[in-house]
Protein backbone atom coordinates (compact mmCIF):
# COMPACT_ATOMS: atom_id res chain seq x y z
CA UNK A 1 0.00 0.00 0.00
CA UNK A 2 1.66 3.55 -0.75
CA UNK A 3 0.90 6.46 1.06
CA UNK A 4 1.56 9.26 -0.80
CA UNK A 5 0.11 12.43 0.09
CA UNK A 6 -1.83 11.10 3.06
CA UNK A 7 -2.57 14.46 4.56
CA UNK A 8 -5.17 14.43 1.62
CA UNK A 9 -6.68 11.19 2.42
CA UNK A 10 -7.73 12.08 6.07
CA UNK A 11 -8.98 15.69 5.04
CA UNK A 12 -7.45 18.86 3.82
CA UNK A 13 -3.77 19.67 5.00
CA UNK A 14 -2.54 22.44 7.56
CA UNK A 15 -0.61 23.66 4.44
CA UNK A 16 -3.61 24.82 2.88
CA UNK A 17 -4.34 26.58 5.89
CA UNK A 18 -0.65 28.29 5.99
CA UNK A 19 -0.69 29.17 2.11
CA UNK A 20 -4.04 31.37 1.91
CA UNK A 21 -2.51 33.12 4.68
CA UNK A 22 0.92 33.55 2.95
CA UNK A 23 -0.48 33.72 -0.61
CA UNK A 24 -0.07 37.62 -0.95
CA UNK A 25 3.54 37.31 -0.01
CA UNK A 26 5.01 35.75 -3.27
CA UNK A 27 5.95 37.24 -6.28
CA UNK A 28 9.72 38.10 -4.38
CA UNK A 29 12.86 36.32 -3.92
CA UNK A 30 13.25 32.97 -6.15
CA UNK A 31 16.59 31.85 -5.24
CA UNK A 32 16.18 27.90 -5.05
CA UNK A 33 17.76 26.02 -2.21
CA UNK A 34 18.80 22.46 -2.20
CA UNK A 35 16.69 20.43 0.91
CA UNK A 36 19.57 18.68 3.06
CA UNK A 37 17.52 15.77 5.26
CA UNK A 38 19.11 14.39 8.79
CA UNK A 39 19.65 10.32 9.27
CA UNK A 40 16.85 8.85 10.69
CA UNK A 41 18.06 7.83 14.00
CA UNK A 42 19.79 3.87 14.52
CA UNK A 43 17.02 2.28 15.99
CA UNK A 44 14.49 3.31 13.75
CA UNK A 45 16.48 2.12 10.85
CA UNK A 46 17.31 -1.33 12.97
CA UNK A 47 13.58 -1.65 13.46
CA UNK A 48 12.47 -0.36 9.76
CA UNK A 49 15.20 -0.12 7.14
CA UNK A 50 15.05 2.67 4.94
CA UNK A 51 12.78 5.05 4.47
CA UNK A 52 10.72 7.57 2.40
CA UNK A 53 10.54 11.16 3.02
CA UNK A 54 7.16 13.55 2.35
CA UNK A 55 7.99 16.81 2.27
CA UNK A 56 5.88 19.74 2.55
CA UNK A 57 6.73 23.92 1.87
CA UNK A 58 5.47 27.09 0.62
CA UNK A 59 6.70 28.30 -2.54
CA UNK A 60 8.01 31.61 -3.67
CA UNK A 61 3.79 32.29 -5.03
CA UNK A 62 2.90 31.11 -1.26
CA UNK A 63 0.79 27.71 -2.96
CA UNK A 64 0.99 24.80 -0.91
CA UNK A 65 4.17 22.12 -2.34
CA UNK A 66 5.09 18.45 -1.46
CA UNK A 67 7.69 15.96 -2.83
CA UNK A 68 7.99 12.43 -1.77
CA UNK A 69 11.61 11.08 -2.05
CA UNK A 70 13.24 7.86 -1.41
CA UNK A 71 15.48 8.30 1.97
CA UNK A 72 18.15 5.76 -0.18
CA UNK A 73 19.09 8.54 -2.39
CA UNK A 74 19.80 10.56 -0.50
CA UNK A 75 21.99 8.64 1.99
CA UNK A 76 23.70 6.75 -0.79
CA UNK A 77 24.28 9.13 -3.67
CA UNK A 78 23.64 12.55 -1.34
CA UNK A 79 20.93 13.68 -3.38
CA UNK A 80 19.06 17.19 -2.13
CA UNK A 81 15.65 18.32 -3.31
CA UNK A 82 16.24 21.53 -5.07
CA UNK A 83 13.14 23.85 -3.61
CA UNK A 84 11.68 27.30 -4.70
CA UNK A 85 10.67 28.60 -1.15
CA UNK A 86 8.73 31.66 0.46
CA UNK A 87 10.96 34.05 1.19
CA UNK A 88 9.60 37.81 2.23
CA UNK A 89 8.95 36.07 5.60
CA UNK A 90 9.57 33.12 7.71
CA UNK A 91 8.06 30.56 6.42
CA UNK A 92 8.19 26.36 6.91
CA UNK A 93 9.95 23.12 5.95
CA UNK A 94 8.53 19.86 7.16
CA UNK A 95 9.62 16.18 6.37
CA UNK A 96 7.69 13.86 7.55
CA UNK A 97 9.33 9.91 7.47
CA UNK A 98 7.59 6.86 6.33
CA UNK A 99 8.02 3.19 5.50
CA UNK A 100 5.66 1.80 2.65
CA UNK A 101 6.65 -1.71 3.17
CA UNK A 102 5.94 -2.06 6.62
CA UNK A 103 2.79 0.45 6.78
CA UNK A 104 4.00 3.33 8.47
CA UNK A 105 2.46 6.28 7.40
CA UNK A 106 3.89 9.90 7.04
CA UNK A 107 1.67 10.77 10.27
CA UNK A 108 3.02 8.43 12.37
CA UNK A 109 6.80 9.14 13.42
CA UNK A 110 7.50 12.78 13.96
CA UNK A 111 8.64 15.29 11.47
CA UNK A 112 11.97 16.67 10.76
CA UNK A 113 12.36 20.13 9.43
CA UNK A 114 13.51 23.68 9.44
CA UNK A 115 12.35 27.60 9.22
CA UNK A 116 13.67 29.78 6.74
CA UNK A 117 15.62 31.80 6.65
CA UNK A 118 16.92 30.96 10.22
CA UNK A 119 18.40 27.12 8.52
CA UNK A 120 19.51 28.38 5.19
CA UNK A 121 23.13 29.04 4.56
CA UNK A 122 22.46 31.79 1.61
CA UNK A 123 26.35 31.01 0.24
CA UNK A 124 25.35 27.14 -0.32
CA UNK A 125 22.35 27.66 -1.27
CA UNK A 126 21.34 25.01 1.45
CA UNK A 127 18.48 24.60 4.00
CA UNK A 128 19.25 21.94 6.96
CA UNK A 129 16.45 20.17 8.31
CA UNK A 130 16.92 19.21 11.88
CA UNK A 131 14.79 17.01 14.09
CA UNK A 132 14.58 19.98 16.27
CA UNK A 133 13.69 22.39 13.26
CA UNK A 134 10.26 19.52 13.00
CA UNK A 135 9.24 20.51 16.29
CA UNK A 136 9.70 23.90 15.34
CA UNK A 137 8.08 23.56 11.93
CA UNK A 138 5.08 21.74 13.26
CA UNK A 139 4.27 24.40 15.55
CA UNK A 140 4.50 26.74 12.53
CA UNK A 141 1.65 24.96 10.79
CA UNK A 142 -0.34 24.47 13.97
CA UNK A 143 -0.18 28.46 14.72
CA UNK A 144 -1.08 29.15 11.11
CA UNK A 145 -4.12 26.57 11.98
CA UNK A 146 -5.47 29.31 14.83
CA UNK A 147 -4.06 32.64 14.43
CA UNK A 148 -6.37 35.27 13.27
CA UNK A 149 -5.28 36.41 9.58
CA UNK A 150 -4.82 39.90 10.95
CA UNK A 151 -2.99 38.88 13.97
CA UNK A 152 0.25 39.63 14.44
CA UNK A 153 0.43 36.68 16.26
CA UNK A 154 0.90 34.92 12.60
CA UNK A 155 3.77 32.34 12.57
CA UNK A 156 5.71 34.49 9.93
CA UNK A 157 5.55 37.17 12.46
CA UNK A 158 6.70 34.59 15.29
CA UNK A 159 10.32 34.97 16.74
CA UNK A 160 11.88 31.69 15.92
CA UNK A 161 15.49 32.21 16.91
CA UNK A 162 14.02 32.75 20.32
CA UNK A 163 11.75 30.04 20.48
CA UNK A 164 14.52 27.47 19.45
CA UNK A 165 16.53 29.34 22.26
CA UNK A 166 13.66 28.50 24.77
CA UNK A 167 14.16 24.84 23.61
CA UNK A 168 17.79 24.94 25.09
CA UNK A 169 16.52 26.61 28.21
CA UNK A 170 16.78 25.91 31.80
CA UNK A 171 13.49 27.51 32.74
CA UNK A 172 11.63 24.14 30.98
CA UNK A 173 11.87 20.81 32.19
CA UNK A 174 14.99 18.81 31.73
CA UNK A 175 12.60 15.94 30.23
CA UNK A 176 11.17 18.21 27.56
CA UNK A 177 14.92 19.57 26.70
CA UNK A 178 15.77 16.00 26.02
CA UNK A 179 12.84 14.87 24.12
CA UNK A 180 10.69 18.14 22.98
CA UNK A 181 7.91 15.89 21.91
CA UNK A 182 7.06 15.75 25.43
CA UNK A 183 5.48 19.06 25.45
CA UNK A 184 1.89 19.36 23.96
CA UNK A 185 2.09 21.67 21.20
CA UNK A 186 -0.89 22.02 19.71
CA UNK A 187 -2.53 23.14 22.90
CA UNK A 188 0.70 25.96 23.13
CA UNK A 189 -0.32 26.08 19.62
CA UNK A 190 -3.46 27.34 20.27
CA UNK A 191 -3.01 29.50 23.30
CA UNK A 192 0.01 31.57 21.68
CA UNK A 193 -2.39 32.31 18.68
CA UNK A 194 -5.43 33.78 21.40
CA UNK A 195 -2.16 35.47 23.76
CA UNK A 196 1.30 35.17 22.85
CA UNK A 197 3.99 33.05 24.03
CA UNK A 198 5.03 31.92 27.26
CA UNK A 199 7.94 29.68 27.31
CA UNK A 200 6.46 29.04 30.75
CA UNK A 201 3.66 27.22 28.43
CA UNK A 202 6.53 24.63 27.44
CA UNK A 203 5.37 21.67 30.45
CA UNK A 204 5.63 17.78 30.03
CA UNK A 205 2.57 16.19 29.41
CA UNK A 206 1.41 14.14 31.86
CA UNK A 207 2.12 10.54 31.65
CA UNK A 208 2.22 7.38 34.22
CA UNK A 209 3.66 4.31 33.68
CA UNK A 210 1.92 1.38 31.98
CA UNK A 211 2.62 -2.56 31.23
CA UNK A 212 2.24 -4.53 28.37
CA UNK A 213 2.85 -8.07 27.52
CA UNK A 214 2.96 -8.98 23.81
CA UNK A 215 3.70 -12.43 22.67
CA UNK A 216 6.92 -10.94 20.36
CA UNK A 217 9.11 -8.52 19.96
CA UNK A 218 12.16 -7.10 21.79
CA UNK A 219 13.45 -3.83 20.73
CA UNK A 220 10.99 -1.24 20.10
CA UNK A 221 11.01 2.21 18.86
CA UNK A 222 8.86 5.29 19.47
CA UNK A 223 7.30 8.44 17.13
CA UNK A 224 10.04 10.63 18.45
CA UNK A 225 13.52 10.92 16.93
CA UNK A 226 15.14 11.96 20.43
CA UNK A 227 13.51 9.09 22.49
CA UNK A 228 15.40 6.09 22.96
CA UNK A 229 14.62 2.81 22.31
CA UNK A 230 12.95 0.73 24.46
CA UNK A 231 14.02 -3.09 25.43
CA UNK A 232 11.58 -6.17 26.06
CA UNK A 233 11.83 -8.61 28.84
CA UNK A 234 11.34 -12.08 29.25
CA UNK A 235 10.97 -15.37 26.73
CA UNK A 236 7.92 -17.11 26.10
CA UNK A 237 6.04 -13.31 26.76
CA UNK A 238 7.60 -9.95 26.47
CA UNK A 239 7.21 -7.69 28.88
CA UNK A 240 7.39 -3.66 28.07
CA UNK A 241 7.22 -0.34 30.75
CA UNK A 242 6.23 2.41 29.49
CA UNK A 243 5.11 6.02 30.10
CA UNK A 244 2.01 6.72 28.64
CA UNK A 245 -0.45 9.62 28.34
CA UNK A 246 -4.25 10.10 28.04
CA UNK A 247 -3.63 10.23 23.98
CA UNK A 248 -2.55 7.52 21.91
CA UNK A 249 0.93 7.07 21.45
CA UNK A 250 2.59 4.30 18.78
CA UNK A 251 5.77 1.62 19.84
CA UNK A 252 7.22 -0.21 16.85
CA UNK A 253 8.80 -3.59 16.81
CA UNK A 254 10.27 -5.64 13.70
CA UNK A 255 7.39 -8.12 14.73
CA UNK A 256 4.33 -5.04 14.94
CA UNK A 257 2.69 -2.17 16.24
CA UNK A 258 1.81 -1.38 20.06
CA UNK A 259 -0.81 1.69 19.90
CA UNK A 260 -0.82 2.39 24.09
CA UNK A 261 -2.84 5.29 25.95
CA UNK A 262 -2.65 5.62 30.37
CA UNK A 263 -6.00 3.69 30.39
CA UNK A 264 -5.03 0.62 27.44
CA UNK A 265 -3.25 -0.62 24.87
CA UNK A 266 -3.74 -2.58 21.97
CA UNK A 267 -0.85 -5.06 20.13
CA UNK A 268 -0.92 -5.37 16.48
CA UNK A 269 1.00 -8.01 14.88
CA UNK A 270 2.84 -7.30 11.28
CA UNK A 271 1.95 -9.66 8.83
Given at each position: ?????????????????????????????????????????????????????????????????????????????????????????????????????????????????????????????TISLSWTGGVEAFLY???????????????????????????????????????????????????????????????????????????????????????????????????????????????????????????????????
Open positions: MKYFSLHFIYGPSAFFCLSALLAACGGGYDMPYRVALPAIPDAWSVVLGDNHWHIEWIDSNGARESRDIDGRETAETGYRLEIHILQEWASPIIAYPYWNEKDIAPDVMRPAGAIFPSDADISSGVELAKRADRGSTRQPQYFDWRRFRESLESAAIPEDVRSDPWLADWKTIAEKTASSGFDRRRIVTIKRREIVALVPTGELWIGTSPFAPPVVATGETEKTLVLLASDSIDTYISKEGVLRVSSNAWIWMPRH
